[in-house]
């Protein structure tokens, strides 16, 4: 399933989730992110994607909206036949089930698995993901390097990798989960660092023998997560616009600025993923502050316009 088209299906299942009423075809295909080009295109789009979310079992209800009349229909999922309630989950839990779910994917659980996706998305908008923010471990390269750096960071054992287009040969600490990422801490010439593992480039290397290093007494990995936290946190104002961006309101509030735009306020500690998230939604949403933010997204779409 491509990213464009789980975008859609989350989009499409939260509107008609948080709907009080059955909507038309034309409310759907004018509120619901995803849904472009000729009214005969967006008819195929849609009874595909209804099709798909049946599939999972996902229950559609379907409803005339005028008594006298069968050519005009309404859609509403009620949320009692969803069978997941917000309520039961904390936001660790539901990062925990969003990367069993992304595993199993690739496994013969694919189809259940993408239902359990779509339902968690579809609670609590992406858990700061999609394919791009998903803490998704594939059955393949992934996996080997998460579990191979679990063994590294049990055993003490030395790691060599290329991280950003420099080869690091580093001391691992721990492992951590935030915002849907796993990242490795260890010492790096010297310094203690965080690495995203989906950023290591191609294969790492085992260096050493088992317990080749000894970690510092006075390391706690849950301090240097804290301190790193506050240290790069940093708050985004965007443009969100209006009946767009869906997953992005369930998450976080929105201000009314005027009869096309809303205002939002976004917590962030990576600035790239903060940058990541906001080219997803491309024209749906414009960035206020901070200024380095604003300018660096502008430097990559001119990128992305220049080939």
């Known amino acids: 399933m491509s990213d464009q088209k789980t975008e859609r299906l989350i989009n499409l299942t939260l509107a008609l989730l948080a709907s009080k009423r059955y909507l038309s075809k ?3 295909f004018n509120t619901v992110a995803g ?11 849609f009874e595909r994607d209804k099709d798909e979310l049946r599939n999972l ?18 859609y509403l999922i009620a949320s009692d036949t969803f069978q997941i309630n917000t309520d039961d989950f904390t936001n660790d839990d539901l990062v925990l089930l969003n990367m069993a779910a992304n595993l199993w994917s690739s496994s013969d659980l694919g189809e259940e698995a993408k239902t359990a996706l779509l339902k968690i998305h579809s609670i609590s908008g992406p858990i700061n ?12 390269q992934d996996a080997k390097i998460l579990t191979g750096i679990f063994e590294a960071v049990d055993k003490q054992i030395e790691l060599r990798f290329r991280y950003k287009g420099s080869i690091r040969q580093v001391k691992p600490y721990g492992l951590f989960t935030q915002n849907g990422f796993w990242y490795l801490v260890a010492q790096d010439d010297g310094t203690v660092k965080q690495f995203k593992l989906i950023r290591i480039q191609g294969d790492f290397t085992l260096l050493s ?10 390391f706690n990995l849950r301090s240097f997560i804290e ?6 946190e940093a708050t985004a104002e965007i443009m969100v616009r209006k009946n767009q961006a869906l997953s992005l309101r ?11 735009w809303d205002l939002m306020k976004i917590n962030f500690n990576s600035q790239e993923e903060m940058i990541e998230r906001v080219l997803w939604y491309l024209d749906s949403i414009k960035v206020l502050s901070p200024n380095d933010l604003r300018n660096e997204i502008l430097n990559r779409l001119k990128e992305l316009a220049d080939g």
């Open 209 to 218: 023998k088992n317990n080749s290093f000894l970690k510092p007494k006075d």
């Open 35 to 45: 849904y472009s080009g000729s009214s005969e295109s967006m008819e195929r789009m």
């Open 129 to 140: 993901n999609d394919q791009i923010f998903a803490g998704s471990i594939l059955d393949n």
């Open 227 to 232: 301190n790193s936290s506050r240290a790069e």
């Open 250 to 260: 369930n998450q976080f509030s929105v201000t009314e600025i005027d009869e096309d």
């Open 26 to 28: 034309s409310e759907i």
């Open 57 to 74: 079992g996902i229950q559609i209800e379907v409803k005339a909206l005028d008594p006298l009349f069968d050519d005009e229909q309404g």
